[in-house]
């Protein structure tokens, strides 16, 4: 054994040791993990078991051959699901899963409670938080071969209260889902409302999962989640996607056409286009554009989005190729010192302030303005191995791994390249931990990222726009 090894293998006993540490425990039951252990902060909401926090530790439990908790938290947390139908708009609606969760105490009783955006900042609902759970549960279902907890009764009900709540009726012509600023990962005002690529790809692959968790007799439901699944996956690739040609295309469009047949669907400008894009785009890369609607489109790249994107197919293979070699030419910009950058490019000046009303926590190259985030190595190296292109994930993880321990786990990092530990960032972030633990199984274990990849579904289902 080599000295290297030897290294590594200590370090991820320790990261393992934390790991175990961060349990939930309810009822004398492992059922999550919390968000942070930094001891010099006071715990705010950092205390809680978040959804999307859990998807990364959920992995390395699966991978390890210890499910209880990934179980117990599927389990405990349908049973926090909103089910009643709401005309109060202080209330959550019916399928809504909360962002997060607490175990309290009064006395000798145990119970869990719910933070649904009520206590979150801008009091937002969180929309991924019911997608995380259907991928999750098949990824549970895959990895253990459990086929029966998705086929409880109980189970199909909650399936069915999230489909009916992503495919309801909307003031929308769309297959894409609209949302507010505030309402994922990106959780403070960034710009992101309306039909950000995350939740569009999230909304993606949670309804494949879907579709493969249902029962067979629910033909009403898979009818429904086929249609919306062709649809969305020609609007995404068609709409969303950016490389040289396709600026050319924008950069050309006519103004104000009307009808149905016109190329110009979405009467973007050319004179929105970015200065810094027709620079930056290099020949053989392209991403799928952060956000897109009336008279909009937002040409910064969005890391989760586009990752996931790839996981789950709903980026080509050709699309999925062209992602990564953006990743090789602009490695400073969009790995740097700590991959991987959250979006690019920062907003800054007077746009900072009008975007993000002036907020503090996301100046220009910190937090979700550009900030890096650890957490986003898992779905780097998965996407990377996906690809085809292993000695990439391998070069990532080498990078996290010779600062991220060192620096004790941070939350995220600042700075154009990632080269500072994020001002207000927690330290001993799980999550962070989570995800160093998870690209390190993918690499030794490729088998794995069928958890949590999708196959490319048939073009004869649906309808194209």
């Known amino acids: 054994m080599t000295r290297a ?44 078991c978040f959804f999307r926090d859990f998807v990364s530790s959920a992995l390395v439990f699966l991978m390890a051959g210890k499910p209880e908790i990934v ?48 206590q979150a900042i801008a009091r937002v ?37 999230i489909l009916d709540l992503c495919l309801v009726h909307r003031f929308s012509m769309y297959p894409t889902m609209l949302v507010p600023d505030g309402a994922f990962m990106i959780d403070r005002r960034m710009g992101v409302y309306e039909h950000p690529l995350e939740i569009q ?3 993606y692959a949670s309804l494949i999962a879907a579709r493969q968790l249902l029962l067979p007799d629910n033909d009403t439901y898979i009818n429904k989640v086929n249609g919306r699944l062709g649809a969305l996956k020609y609007h995404v690739r068609n709409y969303y996607w950016i490389d040289l040609q396709r600026l050319s295309e924008i950069y050309r469009y006519k103004g ?30 392209g991403y799928l554009a952060g956000n897109l609607g009336p008279g909009r489109m937002d040409f910064r790249f969005f890391a989760l989005g586009n990752l996931m994107a790839i996981l789950a197919s709903l980026a080509s293979e050709g699309e999925s190729a062209r992602i990564m070699n953006l990743f090789v030419a602009r490695w400073h910009d969009l790995m740097g010192y700590m991959p991987v950058k959250i979006c690019y490019p920062a907003l800054e000046g007077l746009e900072w302030r009008m975007t993000t009303g002036c907020d503090p926590k ?82 030794a274990n490729p088998e794995y990222i069928e958890l949590i990849s999708f196959a490319e579904i048939s073009d004869s289902l649906g309808c194209t726009l």
Request: net charge negative; proline share 5%; hydrophobic share 40%.
């Open 256 to 285: 104000d056409e009307f009808g149905k047949e016109v190329a110009n669907k979405f009467n973007i400008y050319a004179e929105s286009i970015p200065h810094w894009l027709t620079e930056w785009l290099p020949e053989e890369g």
């Open 5 to 48: 090894t030897e290294n590594n293998d200590s370090l991820d006993t320790q990261a393992w040791k934390l790991l175990e540490e961060s349990i939930i425990y309810y009822k004398g039951k492992p059922v999550g993990t919390v968000a942070a252990q930094d001891p010099d902060l006071k715990a705010l909401n950092y205390d809680q």
């Open 362 to 443: 996301n100046t220009a190259w910190s937090y979700h303005n550009g900030g890096n985030w650890p957490v986003l190595l898992w779905l780097f190296v998965a996407a990377a191995q996906k690809v085809g292109r292993p000695e990439l994930a391998q070069k990532a993880i080498a990078v996290v791994e010779s600062r991220l321990i060192a620096d004790k786990y941070p939350e995220y990092y600042d700075g154009k390249n990632g080269r500072l530990i994020g001002r207000e960032a927690r330290l001993y972030q799980t999550w962070s931990i989570a995800g160093l633990l998870t690209a390190k199984q993918f690499m």
């Open 125 to 161: 609902p969180p929309i991924d938080s019911c997608m995380w759970w259907l991928i999750l549960l098949r990824a549970y279902e895959k990895s253990t071969g459990d086929a029966e907890l998705a086929r409880q009764p109980e189970f199909q009900a909650g399936i069915k209260l």
């Open 201 to 203: 790809v999230l909304f």
């Open 71 to 118: 179980r117990n938290f599927l389990v405990e947390t349908l049973k926090l699901q909103s089910h009643e139908k709401q005309m109060d708009c202080f209330e959550p609606g019916a399928g809504l899963m909360p962002a997060s969760f607490k175990v309290e105490h009064d006395g000798d009783k145990e119970f869990l409670v719910a933070d649904f955006g009520e």
